[in-house]
């Protein structure tokens, strides 16, 4: 049985009251939309905006319909993007659905916070999606 291992990475968040939070990402340059769970909108503090949509997702029989979106303030480097979000209760699986072994040939010159998820091999909940915002990272 073979894995597919998405991209992921560990971004920084600033909540409301001007901490950072580091939360995993699930990058997903097949969405057309970005996605946070209310888990996250919860600790941030976000301020939601109501909307009404049906959104669709691969897996789901059914469309979801999301009542709110928030303004998500990533941190890169020296600068940050502001992502609109819509929020679900549940964004998606943990991933990797398991904890991976990888071969050590793949840290040959490099190291674990060489990669935009330094844990991408652990399996953890992903509270953000970030859809094609994040082309732009």
Do not use: M
């Amino acid at each position: 049985s073979s894995i597919v291992i998405l991209a992921t990475s560990v971004l920084s968040v600033i909540a409301k009251s001007g901490r950072f939070f580091n939360f995993k990402a699930l990058l997903d340059s097949g969405s057309s939309a970005s996605f946070v769970s209310e888990n996250v909108v919860k600790r941030l503090k976000l301020v939601k905006h109501f909307c009404e949509i049906l959104v669709n997702t691969v897996g789901e029989g059914n469309s979801q319909n999301v009542s709110s979106f928030v303004f998500l303030k990533i941190v890169l480097n020296e600068s940050s993007l502001e992502v609109k979000a819509l929020v679900l209760d549940h964004v998606v699986s943990d991933l990797p659905p398991h904890d991976l072994d990888f071969p050590a040939s793949l840290l040959e010159n490099r190291t674990l916070k060489d990669f935009a998820d330094p844990t991408w091999n652990v399996s953890s909940p992903i509270d953000v999606l970030l859809g094609q915002t994040y082309s732009l990272i």
